[in-house]
């Protein structure tokens, strides 16, 4: 019990309960310590883990900052992911993503890899996760980020995990509290202050540690102490030392020669040390090195933890580098670095504490300075290693090829990690203080990228550009880039549309002059990005224009030219799902979109994995494939919040994509209650900060405020309307302004608004160009919609009719339901029996696809027409039960039924567990299956020979 625990007992209990807390309610719970160095913390650390560890599934896993790994990416953090990577089957991945080949320096590894990796080791461990994190004031950045990153998402997993922080007061403990606060909620997140212990408590604890001592003596040292319990501990077990100085002071007397050297060596390091490091660094053998470690240890100053050494506590380490003359600090700094150095060979870790060294001993660091920024790993640096290496930037000058190179590399990184600013004003500078054109021309056009990128300086992003294009550059790359970048500033800045397909086709030109007759193999990294950015680009400018010819004819170069280039390659596939859907092509759209979808989840990109399902789901939701549409669109809220916490929006820098929170609601209005999902997203639109995804978000709402509301809604109908103008205009897109008129136009016809539906879709018919199939269709109901609101009865339903076929035919499930609807409500006067079988169908398609609201609606229609609503009844057999599911339901339930887990369906789906534990719930209540193992008796009945059901499941490779 707590009690037992001699000094910190009720802080003891407190944190117990936040431990059983996680356990109990299958969550994350957190909390901070804070004290002064000496109070404790680490010892209360070192309690509460053993008394866990011997709990049934209880992981504990540890981060711990050092003084000298503050500007180190993942120093601290490097227990915590050893042991992650060690988790069957998921932690390869993590394992690969840490300590596999180095990636080009041209594609840096991106931190987010490495926490999502980390994220799905995590889940992959049984039970509680306890995760501690000592000395949280000397933890880097990124080790801080990626706690919180996995805090987030255990949270939206539903897994235990208990956070326990000790930290010294203020600073880096109140920002991380923060922080948890935000995540999980103030009822969460616990915080305490370790203070001097009470006088009661402090003599029990010195008497416990030695017992021989008297009350007096005890309680003297309790005043000399001054209430800390770590000096407590070390006077109790000491001679006649009246306080720390005279303590330390006396130890390191009797110590040898080479001890004092290994205290020295210990101090300067500020971390632990494998004595094979210390061997190196002191030039001692082996034997040697044993030796003083043990003499240390047994002085009490050192530790030894397995094959390393460390010292005792912080403040010895400080005590003892301070009586270091600083001619032998120097020498020590001097000797850790060129022993970090030659044993980096690119570690970027390795790398960055050699600086540190280098720059305490007074040398220069300018090269050391490049080669961080010229690592494929830099962008683990994050803010606080760019201001660092900004620092050496600066107090080098521009003089010389190193300096122009050093602040190159900054401005690129700044970039890099989305401080544009930064890095809008270093390529500024830098431009101005060098001569060399190419440069000159680079400069500027990373100023022009990053001023296009910040709001209130897009003006600047033209002007930057000119300035870049006036340089007569000898590199061809560059020339490429800026004529790829001047695209789609006149596309996104200056609305010029067709000055802006004219750069962005000859760019591709200029490309393809360059490249097109060599093999994608022979193209470098920076060649082929060029390339793609410059058909990327033509490619936007065929979007926008819906020019599908164009747009299928540079998908399939840009398919060619990212050919065994995985990131391009994703990008690639994406755009030509996009294209393939826009011609009618679903089906392959589909397959194309799903495969990008499974490949940047299972390669671990967590941005590329969002823009997949930004492309994936509106197509399944078109397809009325509402249930995989809801796995998708979950998936990826989820890693939003990971990413960004649970208010942040994340924008995908790609043409014609929905905004995630658009397609969570579109599913909503279909399979839940409508004003449900209206109120939502009225929540919604005040969150979303980007005109363009802010627009979709109102047509949602006046499109399903026109279908369901009816003219109930109408103030709340015409402020939406009246909002996706002004968006529309603020987006700047012709596109989503031409679809815009779509929607309002369907609206108004709903309402019957007849002439104002009529001047709006005119509108729409007025861009000339021939619309993709989709639209096509969508301008054929509404026309059909307006003509039954002028009494043009018989016209419109033939149009409707046609429009049901063609939908069929296509595939477009969600369109075919409205039409279905819209032609039996025409038909309600005319052929009763006719609307009776349209309400019927539709209801039947509804009920099949999950499509509630749509159900409901064939289901008043008909009851309006005095038939017997339609009701599927009760399953009277398996087959009937398993008839109800979803494809991905069907495949749930065959691999519940050969006994996998929830989180082994997850790892073989590429799912998170809360998507696999409501598709197992769904599955159970459809079958009426009591339990796991009645279902498995269900799909037993129904396996065929070969062991399989329609619907099985599809392999990983």
Known sequence: MASDFVGRGVELARLEAVCSRAK?????????????????????????????????????????????????????????????????????????????????????????????????????????TLLFIDDLQWVDELSVALCSYLVRSADGEGKAVALIAASRPAGAGSAFYDSMTADLGSDRAATMVLGPLERDQAVRLARQLAPHLAAERATELWSLAQGSPFWLGVLARSADERDLTDYLVARERRLSRDSRRLLGVLAVAGRPLPLPEVDAIVAWHETRTEQAVAELERSGLGVVEGISVRLAHDLIRSWAEAQLPSASRRELHVNIAGWLDKQANGDLQLLLEALVHRREAGLDVGDLALRILQSPRRRLLGREGLKDLSQVADAGGFSGPLAAALHDRVALLASELGEHRVAMERWIQLAANVTDPSLVAKCYLGASRAASRIVERREEALPLLNRARSQKTADPAITVEIGAHRASLLRLLAHRTNDARQAAEQAVRDARTLWAHRDPSEISAREREAYTLALQAVFDAAVMEEDTSEMLRISEEMAQVARGSEEPAISAALNMSTTLWDLGQMGEAVDHARRAWLHSHEQMLPMLTLAAGSVLAPELIDGGRWSEAEEVTSECAELERRIGGAVERLAMAKVATHSIHELRHLIWFSRGDWRDAASSVEREVGLQPDPHYRLHLHWALVVWLARCGRGTRSVDFDRHAAAARDDAVAAGCPRCARETALKLAEGLARLGRVDDAQKTLATWDEYGRPANVRDQLWRRHVGALIGLAKHEVSTSISELETVVADRMRLGLMAGLLWARLDLAAALLGREPSRAANEFRQAGNEASTAGATTEQRLAELGLRRLGVRTWRRGRASSAEAGLDKLSERERQIAILVAAGNTNPEIADRLFLSRKTIERHVSNVLARTGARNRTDLARLVSRLTSPSGSVPGGVPGRG
């Open 24 to 128: 109990r309610e299958g969550r994350p719970a957190a909390a901070l310590i804070t004290g002064l160095p000496g109070a404790g913390k680490t010892r209360l650390l070192a309690e509460l883990r053993s008394r866990q560890q011997g709990q049934q599934d209880v992981t504990a896993l540890s981060i711990v900052g050092y003084e000298t790994g503050t500007q180190v990416p993942l120093a601290a953090a490097g227990e915590l992911l050893h042991a992650l990577v060690k988790v069957p089957g998921v932690g390869a991945r993590l394992e690969a993503a840490l300590f596999g080949a180095s990636p080009a320096e041209d594609r840096p590894l991106e931190p987010l890899r490495i926490f999502e990796a980390a994220h799905r080791s995590l889940l992959g461990l049984p039970g509680m």
